[in-house]
């Protein structure tokens, strides 16, 4: 039972890296600006938010920061989409998305799910 717990808890923290991504599109698409702007922002913030994922939090990342580091950088990106959302008048997601991922944290922590 606990084995399925697990893994449905490190399911919810790739889906909401997904969304974190998401949020981050669909700001950089919403916000205010020409088409131009549309397109470096929709897909320019969540590009760099994956790269800097990938440099310093992926469990394979050449860099890969020690918590608390690591968790900092995280909150940061997490903390950064809802205040996307929220800049795009979506505050009810903002939360959600940020509640989410910290009660997810949190039980990757207490489980001991860390990634090597």
Known sequence: MMATLRIIN???RFVLELCMLAALAYWGFQRDGGWLLHLAAGFGAPLLAA???GLLIAPKA???LA???RF???LALFGLA???LV???RPLLATLLLLLYLINRLLVVLWGEEFP
Do not use: F, H
Request: proline share 5%; net charge positive.
């Open 51 to 53: 790269a800097i994922w």
């Open 67 to 69: 918590d608390p580091w």
């Open 87 to 89: 800049g795009v008048a």
């Open 10 to 12: 490190m399911t919810v």
């Open 72 to 74: 900092l950088v995280e």
């Open 62 to 64: 050449k860099r890969r």
């Open 82 to 84: 809802a205040a996307a």
